[in-house]
Each structure stands twice: as structure tokens, then as C-alpha cells.
């Protein structure tokens, strides 16, 4: 199973600025709809529909991960289409929906979701150690640290908005 090591951080709004001062250059956006098929403990298994909005084309993964904090054991494979509509259907939950932005910021990958249903800006940074994610030292303008805390993990989220 692969480690996926990252940290999350609070965004209090969009860079917007760094954009347009080219600290930050777009790579891609996306748009994401997530359900979760199970979810016991640290477990979670999930579906997603991942739209290019440029091109329209969409693709479709099946996840599983395991664990809390910054680094978590996770598998994640491509499924078809016809699958995806089979487990949405049969599950019939709201999905958790949200544009990610992947941006270039100096040499580091960072990924911004914007959830649609609730206000919420969420980046992501990852890292190839824990060591790595442990001695990074994030800007201000990440925000607070929200790396460990679950009131913020997307499975929290799609479960309130089940409850709506």
C-alpha cells in the first residue's frame, strides 16, 4: 500500500494576488465529486468523478485509505464510468463536491479545493517523508494547520452533508 504524506492547511481566501504576481502559476483545475461508500474508524472507501472543465472529459477512481494525520496508507485505481454510476446509485448519497486548482509554487505542487456546499478552503502540500512534512515551515498566508484535525477531513464534511 502507498503512504500519501501531506499537510493541510486553512486557506482564509483564495491567492488570488500571487496568482496575478505569478508566485503561484495554475497547472490544472478540476472539478470533483466525492462519495463515500464505507468509512469504519481510520478506514474509508470512496469514489470520485473528476471533470476537466476545460475539456469536459472526466475520469473515475476508487480509493481507499487508511489511517489519520499526515501520513496515511492509501490505494487508489481507475474505474469506468459504468461502475461509478453503479456504486453512486446503489449508495444514492449526496456527493461532496469541490474544484480543486493545482498550482506551481516555487518547486512545490500545492492543491486548493474550494468546496461548493459549505464555505471551506482547504490546501494541500505533499511530501515524499514524513521528516519532509514535519520540518516544512509553511507561509503565513496558508493559514492555520488543520493537518490532524478531523472537524476538517473531507469524510467529516460529506457526513454532515448527509445529515442536511
Known amino acids: 500500500m502507498a503512504l500519501e504524506i501531506e499537510?493541510?492547511?486553512?486557506?482564509?481566501?483564495?491567492?488570488?494576488?500571487?496568482?496575478?504576481?505569478?508566485?503561484?502559476?495554475?497547472?490544472k483545475e478540476q472539478w470533483i465529486?466525492?462519495?463515500?461508500?464505507?468509512?469504519h474508524g481510520d478506514q474509508e472507501l470512496r469514489v470520485r468523478k473528476i471533470v476537466d472543465p476545460t475539456s469536459g472529459e472526466a475520469e473515475?477512481?476508487?480509493?481507499?485509505?487508511?489511517?489519520?494525520?499526515?501520513?496515511?496508507?492509501?490505494?487508489?485505481?481507475?474505474?469506468?464510468?459504468?461502475?461509478?454510476?453503479q456504486m453512486i446509485a446503489t449508495h444514492q448519497a449526496v456527493p461532496l463536491m469541490k474544484k480543486r486548482t493545482t498550482a506551481a509554487w516555487g518547486d512545490r505542487r500545492i492543491e486548493i479545493d474550494e468546496y461548493n456546499q459549505i464555505e471551506?478552503?482547504?490546501?494541500?502540500?505533499?511530501?515524499?517523508s514524513v521528516a519532509e512534512a514535519e520540518s516544512f515551515v509553511p507561509p503565513a498566508w496558508f493559514g492555520k494547520d488543520i493537518s490532524s484535525d478531523k472537524q476538517y477531513s473531507n469524510k467529516k464534511v460529506w457526513m454532515e452533508l448527509q445529515n442536511r
Open 120 to 128: 471551506l478552503l482547504v490546501l494541500e502540500v505533499e511530501f515524499a
Open 7 to 27: 499537510r493541510k492547511f486553512l486557506l482564509p481566501e483564495f491567492p488570488a494576488a500571487l496568482i496575478d504576481e505569478k508566485e503561484l502559476r495554475i497547472e
Open 60 to 85: 473515475y477512481t476508487h480509493t481507499f485509505k487508511k489511517g489519520h494525520g499526515i501520513a496515511r496508507e492509501e490505494v487508489e485505481y481507475a474505474i469506468s464510468e459504468g461502475l461509478y454510476e
Open 33 to 39: 465529486e466525492q462519495t463515500y461508500l464505507a468509512i
